[in-house]
């Protein structure tokens, strides 16, 4: 069974890499929406796959670092692209919620990116 949790944040960026003149080069913000799925059978006991609760304590914990933040100013996010940014949550998550599954990660309500890991 796959669960999810979502969140939401606001951070700013700029992207250091993109071609003199590109509108990205400036500095922006977004208003991001996280999805984290999470996959594993029902625990026969509780009827779930995983608390809600905790999901929710673990992966806010790490959006607090990066919430109303200049994303390029945090460690290993320079070069602060969507999906470079789905890559360092799933990092900083993927240790304390071993049923990860996928993360979704909307940078506009119209484009983002589905990260699964490595």
Same mark, same amino acid.
């Given at each position: 069974?796959? =669960? ?8 700013? $960026?700029? !992207?250091? &890499?993109?071609? @003199? #003149?590109?509108?990205c ?32 304590? =673990? ?8 919430? $109303?933040? !200049?994303? &390029?100013?945090? @460690? #290993?996010?320079e ?17 304390q ?22």
């Amino acid at each position: 069974m796959i =669960i999810f949790k979502q969140f939401s944040f606001d951070s700013a $960026h700029y !992207l250091p &890499n993109v071609p @003199e #003149g590109h509108k990205c080069k400036e500095v922006h913000g977004h208003t991001y929406k996280l999805i984290v799925y999470l996959e594993d059978k029902l625990d026969d006991t509780l009827g779930w796959v995983a608390d809600f609760a905790e999901v929710k304590q =673990i992966v806010a914990s790490v959006v607090s670092i990066i919430d $109303h933040k !200049l994303l &390029n100013n945090i @460690e #290993g996010l320079e070069n602060p692209t969507c999906e470079l940014l789905a890559v360092w949550i799933w990092n900083k998550v993927k240790d304390q919620l071993p049923a990860l599954k996928k993360i979704e990660l909307h940078e506009t309500p119209t484009s983002g990116v589905i990260y699964e890991g490595v």
